[in-house]
C-alpha cells in the first residue's frame, strides 16, 4: 500500500513538474543570470518567489477550497469565479504560453539541426503529437509523470550539474542594484505563468489523485501536497541552476536572444554533446506542457458551457489558433505577453494568498473582493504605464505608490483593502 502510495505522488508530482516546466521555464532563468551577473543570488530568491512559491501557493488555494478553480473563485464571487478563470485560460492557453512552447521548439529543438526547414512544418508536427496525446485526457498525467518527466530531469540534472562544477566562466560585475536585481528576478517570474497555470493544475492533479483512489478530503490533500512539493524541489533545482549557468556564462551582451543564450551555454558545458540534450530537453519540457494546457483548455471551456462545447471541439479549437500565433517566433510572443500578464499576475497572487493565509478564519467575501479589487486598479494603471499611455507627471506621482516604478505596487494597496475589507464585514456582522 506504501509502495502504491509513494508511487502514486511520484507520477502525480513528476507530471505537475513537467506541466509547470514549459519554454518559459528553460528560456528565462539563464537571461536573467546574465543580467544580473554577481547579483544572481538574490535574483534566484526573486525568481523562485513567483516562479516557484507562488505556484506552489496557488496549489494550495485550490486544496484548501475545494477540487478546482471555480471553488477558489467562488471565495470571492460566483460571478468573478468565470471570468477570472476564462482570463487565465486564455493568457495560459491559445494566447501565449502554447504558442510559445511550439515556437521555442522549433527555435531550439528542430531549426539547429534543419536550418533549411520551414517554421510551419516543425510546427504542425508538433501540434499534432500535442493534439493526439491531449484528446484522452485520462491519460494525460500518467503518460507526462511516467515516461516524458524522468527523461527530461536527467538531461536538466546533467546540464546544470556539469555547468556548476565546471563554470565556462566567472561571474560578471552587475550594473544592477540589489533591489533592481530583485525585480528583475521577480517580474521575470511573471513570464513563467506559472501562478496562473497552478490554479488550473491543482485540478487536473486533484481529479487524477481521485480517480488513483483517494476520495477522503485528507487522504486526496495530503497527495497533492506531497506532489506539490515534490515538483517545487525538482523546480528550485533546475531554476537556481539556469540561472547560475547564465551567470558563469561569460555573455556580457543582453540584447543575446533566449534562444541563442541557451544554445551557447550547452554547447560551452557539454561541447558537441550540449545542442542534442538542450534540444531534447526544449521539445519534451514544451510538449508536456502543451499536452497539459490543451487538456486543460478543453475541461475548463466544457464544463464552462455544460457540454455545450464538447472537449474533443475545444481541442481542436485550442490547437489551431496556438498553431496560427506559434508562427510569431518566441521572443515577439514573450514581448507580447508581459502587458497581460502585469496586469493579471497582481489579481491571481492577491487572491491565492490571501485565501491560502486567511482562508480558514476570514469567512466573509469582502475582505477578499476588496483586496482584489484594489490589485486590479493599481495592475491597471501599471497596464498603461507600460503600453505608454500615462505621460511622466502621472507615472511620477504612482511612483509615491511603494514598489510601484518597480512594478510591484499592487502589494500594499491589496493588503489595505483586505483590512478595509475585513472591518467592513466585522461590522456588519
Known amino acids: 500500500m506504501k ?71 467562488n471565495k470571492v464571487s460566483k460571478i468573478m469565479a468565470p471570468i477570472l478563470g476564462t482570463i487565465i485560460m486564455i493568457c495560459i492557453g491559445p494566447l501565449i504560453t502554447i504558442p510559445r512552447t511550439a515556437a521555442t521548439t522549433f527555435e531550439v529543438g528542430i531549426k539547429p539541426f534543419f536550418p533549411t526547414m520551414e517554421p510551419i512544418y516543425g510546427l504542425f508536427l508538433f501540434f499534432l503529437v500535442t493534439f493526439i496525446l491531449a484528446i484522452r485526457p485520462s491519460k494525460v498525467v500518467d503518460i507526462i509523470g511516467n515516461y516524458l518527466t524522468p527523461l527530461l530531469l536527467v538531461l536538466l540534472a546533467l546540464l546544470v550539474v556539469v555547468g556548476i562544477v565546471h563554470p565556462t566562466s566567472d561571474f560578471l560585475p552587475s550594473e544592477k542594484t540589489f533591489i533592481e536585481s530583485f525585480s528583475k528576478g521577480f517580474i521575470e517570474g511573471y513570464q513563467t505563468l506559472d501562478v496562473l497555470a497552478s490554479v488550473i493544475f491543482a485540478g487536473i492533479i486533484i481529479t487524477s489523485a481521485t480517480d488513483k483512489g483517494y476520495h477522503d478530503k485528507k487522504s486526496k490533500s495530503q497527495v497533492v501536497i506531497i506532489s506539490g512539493l515534490l515538483s517545487t524541489s525538482c523546480l528550485l533545482f533546475v531554476y537556481g541552476g539556469l540561472i547560475y549557468l547564465g551567470a558563469t556564462s561569460g555573455v556580457s551582451n543582453p540584447e543575446i536572444s533566449r534562444s541563442e543564450l541557451l544554445i551557447q551555454i550547452a554547447r560551452n558545458v557539454l561541447g558537441q554533446y550540449g545542442l542534442i540534450a538542450i534540444s531534447l530537453c526544449m521539445i519534451f519540457a514544451c510538449l508536456t506542457t502543451s499536452v497539459a494546457l490543451t487538456s486543460a483548455v478543453g475541461t475548463f471551456f466544457s464544463r464552462l458551457t455544460k457540454g455545450k462545447l464538447s472537449y474533443t471541439l475545444l481541442v481542436i479549437i485550442c490547437t489551431l489558433v496556438s498553431f496560427g500565433l506559434s508562427i510569431k517566433g518566441v521572443d515577439e510572443i514573450i514581448n507580447f505577453a508581459y502587458p497581460p500578464l502585469a496586469f493579471v499576475y497582481p489579481i491571481v497572487i492577491t487572491l491565492v494568498i490571501y485565501v491560502v493565509l486567511f482562508g480558514k478564519y476570514v469567512k466573509s467575501k469582502i475582505p477578499y473582493a476588496l483586496a482584489l479589487l484594489f490589485s486590479s486598479i493599481i495592475g491597471l494603471l501599471g497596464l498603461l504605464k507600460i503600453i505608454g499611455l500615462l505621460d511622466e507627471k502621472t507615472i511620477e506621482k504612482l511612483n509615491h505608490i511603494p514598489f510601484f516604478e518597480y512594478d510591484l505596487g499592487w502589494i500594499l494597496p491589496s493588503i489595505v483593502g483586505f483590512m478595509i475589507g475585513f472591518v467592513i464585514s466585522k461590522v456588519k456582522k
Open 3 to 73: 509502495n502504491k502510495k509513494l508511487s502514486n505522488i511520484l507520477t502525480l508530482g513528476f507530471a505537475l513538474f513537467a506541466m509547470f516546466f514549459g519554454a518559459g521555464n528553460l528560456l528565462l532563468p539563464p537571461l536573467i543570470g546574465v543580467e544580473v551577473g554577481e547579483n544572481y543570488l538574490v535574483a534566484m530568491i526573486a525568481f523562485g518567489l513567483t516562479g516557484i512559491l507562488l505556484p506552489f501557493t496557488g496549489i494550495l488555494s485550490v486544496v484548501f477550497s475545494g477540487n478546482d478553480f471555480n471553488d477558489l473563485g
